[in-house]
């Protein structure tokens, strides 16, 4: 069970004061050797944890064990945090010639992208940011920045807090800002992910339940979440908000699309309204990248890449991939390439490209004359190492 929570009258009885509860602690690495050899001794400590006579403590010590096994994680999304933030700091990125921060944290750590835009986001948030004219702004969240760096909080728990403070009403004085902060971070303690979620959704509500201090449009407020993929089912979760101008043109774009179309037998057409509004926005939005009217990226304008495996033993694809990296069965990959507006990409042995434009091929290599890579050898090195060109520019 979780606390009753009683929204009557609730800016006037806030009274969660994390200052007395967190403490931040001192100490650190100074240097690179010492930092390493933290890592090996914790890691060092976690292996001797694993592999504990837990068969030796009782099932209520055995509970009570895994609440303070909570930390151990918890310390460590911290120190993430404070890296991803070093590294945006310093800007890595654009150094390495990555497109962003938390492109390069996820081709380097291998994690998610919702789990690298996740630890920028919250360092943006937690960690004190540097000014062009010199020193440091404290942190934007401060009582959630003590809360993570004690362990207090993970990391779902800090996703939703830095995603429902931005949403609070500007006109919100500074003050009732610092308690809704503190609040969230006092019922993050208390409370699973989910259970925040909802808490944070009754804070939206509770910080201005006249509407009189939200002064934005509703344009300002449209948002568009893509989820992440589920392995099980081949599917990805959409959410958003759109304002009354954008629920319009998506409505006149994909109603005609999204129609019942019989079968040739005369059958009604068995996809749900649903399912045909889904479909609908996916041919939608294929009309408008075999259009060519949107903005151009590297040279060339939007299209659907898929990476094809070239068997030269036997002459045909062996495998395909999208461009994500999700993989496509030999019938995909055949459909696709029927459709002139795709640009398969085929991959040959020693990790050689030849990227095909409409059924031409795309010499590579243009001589040391050229300054600028062409399209194709942006393409050629977009999908052999699918991320940033920093570390395959040599190649070229």
Not at 7 to 17: A, K, Q, T, Y
Request: aromatic residues 4%; charged residues 25%; hydrophobic residues 40%.
């Amino acid at each position: 069970m979780w606390p009753d929570l009683d929204w009557v009258d609730i800016r006037g009885r806030l009274s969660v004061s994390t200052d007395s509860v967190f403490g931040m602690g001192d100490g650190g690495f100074v240097d690179l050797d010492q930092a390493r050899e933290l890592v090996r001794s914790a890691m060092n400590a976690v292996s001797e944890l694993r592999d504990g006579a837990y068969w030796k403590i009782g099932a209520d010590d055995l509970l009570s064990l895994g609440q303070e096994f909570q930390g151990l994680p918890r310390m460590v999304y911290a120190a993430n945090v404070h890296l991803a933030g070093e590294v945006d700091t310093q800007g890595v990125a654009k150094q390495r010639s990555c497109p962003s921060t938390a492109a390069l944290l996820r081709q380097v750590l291998l994690i998610s992208p919702a789990e690298a835009h996740g630890r920028l986001g919250a360092a943006r948030q937690i960690l004190p940011q540097e000014v062009l004219t010199g020193g440091d702004l404290p942190p934007t969240l401060p009582a959630l920045a003590t809360a993570v760096d004690t362990g207090t909080v993970g990391s779902e728990h800090v996703k939703t807090i830095v995603a429902t403070m931005p949403k609070l009403p500007a006109a919100l004085p500074i003050p009732d800002r610092d308690l809704w902060e503190k609040f969230l971070v006092g019922k993050a303690a208390l409370l699973d992910p989910r259970q925040l979620e909802v808490v944070a959704a009754a804070v939206l509500e509770a910080a201005d339940p006249d509407g009189t201090l939200d002064e934005g449009d509703a344009k300002s407020k449209m948002e568009l979440s893509i989820g992440s993929r589920s392995a099980c089912t081949g599917l990805t979760r959409l959410s958003g908000l759109l304002d009354d101008h954008g629920v319009d043109v998506l409505r006149k774009a994909i109603d005609g699309l999204a129609a019942p179309k019989p079968d040739v037998d005369g059958m009604q057409d068995p996809r749900p309204a649903a399912t045909r509004r889904a479909h609908a926005l996916v041919s939608a939005l294929a009309g408008f990248l075999a259009a060519g009217t949107g903005p151009t990226n590297g040279g060339e304008r939007p299209q659907v890449i898929v990476y094809l495996h070239w068997d030269q033993l036997t002459g045909e694809v062996s495998r395909a991939t999208r461009e994500s990296g999700v993989s496509m069965t030999t019938g995909e990959a055949r459909r696709y390439l029927c459709d002139a507006n795709i640009v398969p990409v085929v991959l040959g042995g020693a990790g050689w490209c030849w990227v095909v434009l409409g059924g031409r091929g795309e010499m590579l290599d243009v001589g040391r004359s050229s300054r600028t890579y062409s399209v194709g050898m942006r393409r050629a090195i977009r999908a052999r190492d699918r991320g940033c060109v920093w570390e395959c520019l040599g190649w070229l």
